[in-house]
């Protein structure tokens, strides 16, 4: 079974930036498309970026511009680079491998993203 770690997560200023990252354990992570998602408290959880085993990436227009996805197929580690953080990307990330936007395997724990204002 695959595990998701991650991590980096924290509290910032508006304006500021984090770097998440996740590992995923097992051998079949650089073929899979990984995504980054968020939830935000009281809503549903949403993806905000994603990366291809090629290393095509897309985002949520929310974060167009200001969130930067990558991966080291090496490390089995997908990153999320976060600048000008907004006070309305609060909330627990979550990376998942995913097909068609579904996620496929078990949740990991989150991190905590908190952007004050």
């Known amino acids: 079974q695959v595990q998701l770690v991650e991590s980096g997560g924290g509290l910032v200023q508006v304006g500021g930036s984090l770097r998440l990252s996740c590992v995923a354990s097992g051998s079949i992570f650089s073929r899979n498309t990984m995504g980054w998602y968020r939830q935000a408290p009281g809503k549903q959880r949403e993806l905000v970026a994603a990366?291809?085993?090629?290393?095509?990436?897309n985002y949520a227009d929310s974060v167009k511009g200001r969130f930067t996805i990558s991966r080291d197929n090496a490390k089995n580690t997908v990153y999320l680079q976060m600048n000008s953080l907004k006070p309305e990307d609060t909330g627990v990330y979550y990376c998942n491998a995913h097909i068609s936007t579904i996620p496929i395997y078990n949740w990991g724990q989150g991190t905590q993203v908190t952007v004050s204002s």
């Open positions: 990366i291809t085993s090629g290393g095509s990436t």
